[in-house]
């Protein structure tokens, strides 16, 4: 099992961040609020900063301006590796070092706990071991991580994040290249992580349904802007979701969790004749 970590009253706050790449602004004047132990999910329409505004909380993109708080202490003033015992970052996409096999891969999110002089210990192999088998991969452990499937490499990535085990999480996108049994399996997984271990979680999803099944705060973005942010029951409704998504939808509850669930409208958008190739009638 993976080993509890502690964590302090406050995860994660920003307030008034402006990021962006080079000259191209993509978030302005951003407030965003983590409660520790939560189980957070950041859902947008593509390109509206979803990744962009992740990726600045952990400070691997720095922010323009505005402020980001890590248990109430400046995340600017924190030391690097200080940092990632604190805060893991599973980003969207990553490369793995070529001829790595997957146990090695997994093994590198423990670099933070280690020091110059320190040799790989017990500790450091039962959270290899526990992260392995959190995620289903112990039987990829000896594979080469470029043999792997995009589904295996994903799992393994999300291994190699737990094994970090820090008290917060950040996931961008975590399902990508799964089939369905190993998305909700991940997404059960963060769940027994907030609460038997109180990990704080923030999960990039595009799933809607997932996000209100798994989540108990989402953050809905658009435009590189925080629109709402609440419990799913507040937050997702048929008006929010046709003015975020322009997508007519119904709102109904889950019979299995009694949460919100997203049924678009039968809405026909193209015509037949609309269609490219097809001649008008």
Not at 126 to 138: C, I, R, Y
Request: glycine letters at 8%; aromatic letters at 4%.
């Amino acid at each position: 099992m993976l080993e509890s970590v502690e964590g302090s009253k406050t995860a994660l706050a920003a307030a008034g961040l402006r990021i962006g790449y080079e000259r191209a602004v993509i978030c302005e004047s951003v407030d965003l609020r983590i409660e520790r132990g939560s189980y957070t999910a950041i859902i947008g329409p593509n390109a509206s900063g979803k990744s962009t505004l992740l990726r600045a909380v952990a400070r691997v993109l720095p922010a323009l301006a505005g402020s980001v708080l890590l248990d109430d202490e400046d995340i600017r003033t924190i030391p690097t590796k200080q940092l990632a015992t604190r805060l893991g970052l599973l980003p969207q996409t990553s490369l793995a070092p070529e001829g790595i096999r997957a146990a090695d891969l997994v093994a590198r999110g423990r670099y933070p706990h280690q020091g110059m002089f320190d040799r790989w210990s017990a500790r450091d192999e039962a959270a290899v071991l526990a992260a392995l088998e959190a995620t289903g991969t112990g039987d990829l452990a000896g594979r080469l991580v470029d043999e792997l499937s995009g589904g295996q490499r994903q799992r393994i990535w999300v291994a190699m994040a737990l094994a970090q085990e820090t008290p917060l999480l950040l996931l961008d996108e975590p399902t990508t290249f799964l089939d369905i049994t190993h998305q909700y399996g991940l997404l059960e997984l963060f769940e027994r992580l907030r609460s038997d271990l109180d990990r704080t979680i923030v999960v990039v999803l595009h799933d809607l349904n997932q996000a209100a099944r798994f989540a108990d705060h989402l953050v809905v973005m658009k435009e590189g802007a925080v629109v709402a942010a609440g419990p799913p029951r507040e937050v997702l409704t048929a008006e929010l979701v046709e003015e975020v998504y322009d997508l007519p939808c119904r709102i109904l509850e889950d019979p299995e969790t009694g949460a919100p669930m997203v049924i678009p409208r039968a809405v026909n958008r193209v015509g037949v004749g609309d269609l490219p190739g097809r001649a008008p009638a």
